[in-house]
């Protein structure tokens, strides 16, 4: 690892105008940061341990009326096991329950799960920038090469690394927005505005809409009874202890026998947390037959583009969705 310079302010003004220097870096659990300086992937030169921060806010789980509000200082473990969060909006809880080991949720915060970056082999070793010539190394799978992991939503021709992260799948499900504080100010962000699709980026590296500085403090969630009535459905390599192949955080509200709501976000398929519009669009107003949830998971994937070994995930990602809105189908209430 490189020598960098170490700081931990208090203020959140502070932290944003230090973080805003070239470069340096946010770090809050540290969980991916410290990996990846090790792997030499990040090379911060100053480090802004933003984990002393005062401000209240940016620790606690909130519920106002029809509002939850989630600090991004909270753990995975504190969000997945509180009590408002596993009534209100099951999928959330369970897409963080689902995701690393019991040490890491400890560790780990709301805010950083959501800027973790890719696992693509090619983005974790950079002395594969020696050999590749057709992709932005850092940020991509070789088309031809080891992309059994990469996606097959949101990709370019060369641009293929997914988006890891679960958590974010619900956020993107049930229209979250993101609430940040920066050197000029406070503004906040649709969560599905916060991830740049490849082919929208100004720049290889710019994986986010966030400006230099710029810290997450907290995600908002409308509630409603799509979030009440939810669930996250993760198909990995084993059980546990790895990152989604396929997942679907799914919401489903009924009217009668037909569907008033239904909320799909789809990781491990996509290049950026993927809100699956389209598929939504077959069933809301329908009756949730075999048959409707079927032609609602195809229409999830007609736009997929797939590589050389990931072909499997257009079948895995639409059985995913079929399972996931199958379960809350035939849930009671
Ligand atoms: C072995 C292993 C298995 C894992 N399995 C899974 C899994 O199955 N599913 C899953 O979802 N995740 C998984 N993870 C990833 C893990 O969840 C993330 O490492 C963790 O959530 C990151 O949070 P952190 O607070 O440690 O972030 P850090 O490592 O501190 O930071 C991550 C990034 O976010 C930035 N950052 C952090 N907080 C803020 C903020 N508030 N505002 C702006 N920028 C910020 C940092 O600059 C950095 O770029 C796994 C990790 C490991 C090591």
Not at 133 to 138: C, F, K
Not at 145 to 157: D, I
Request: with cysteine; charged share 25%.
């Amino acid at each position: 690892m490189d020598p960098f310079f170490y700081e931990r302010p208090t203020e959140l003004t502070r932290a944003a105008a230090r973080a805003a220097e070239p470069g340096a870096m946010i770090y809050a659990g540290g969980t991916t940061m410290l990996d990846l300086m090790k792997h030499k992937v990040y090379a911060p030169e100053r480090v802004i341990d933003i984990t002393r921060l005062r401000e209240p806010g940016l620790r606690e789980i909130r519920r106002d009326g029809d509002l939850l509000v989630l600090g991004a200082l909270v753990t995975m473990h504190q969000a997945a096991e509180d009590a408002t969060v596993k009534a209100e909006a099951p999928a959330i809880s369970e897409s963080l329950w689902l995701a690393a080991t019991q040490q890491l949720r400890h560790m780990a915060t709301l805010g950083g799960n959501v800027l973790q970056r890719t696992r693509d082999p090619y983005f974790r070793d950079p002395s594969w920038q020696a050999v590749l010539t057709r992709n932005d190394p850092r940020d991509s799978g070789e088309p031809e090469g080891a992309n059994r992991l990469g996606a097959v939503l949101g990709t370019t021709e060369t641009f293929l690394a997914s988006y890891p992260g679960d958590f974010a799948q619900s956020l993107a499900a049930f229209g979250a927005t993101v609430e940040i504080t920066g050197p000029d100010g406070a503004r906040s962000l649709p969560f599905t505005d916060l991830h740049v699709l490849p082919a929208d980026r100004e720049a290889p590296d710019q994986v986010t809409r966030l400006a230099p500085g710029e810290i997450i403090t907290a995600f908002r969630v409308d509630l409603s009874p799509a979030t009440r009535r939810s669930t996250y459905i993760k198909v990995r390599d084993r059980s546990s202890y790895a990152f989604a192949n396929a997942s679907c955080a799914a919401g489903l509200a009924m009217e009668g026998e037909t569907v008033a709501d239904v909320r799909l976000g789809l990781g491990g398929v996509a290049t950026v947390p993927w809100r699956a519009t389209a598929a939504e669009e077959v069933l809301r107003g329908e009756r949730p037959t075999d048959d409707a949830i079927k032609a609602a998971a195809e229409a999830a994937f007609a736009d997929a583009r797939t590589f050389h070994h990931n072909a499997f995930k257009v079948p895995l990602g639409q059985n995913t969705i079929r399972r996931a809105l199958t379960v809350l189908r035939d849930m009671e209430g």
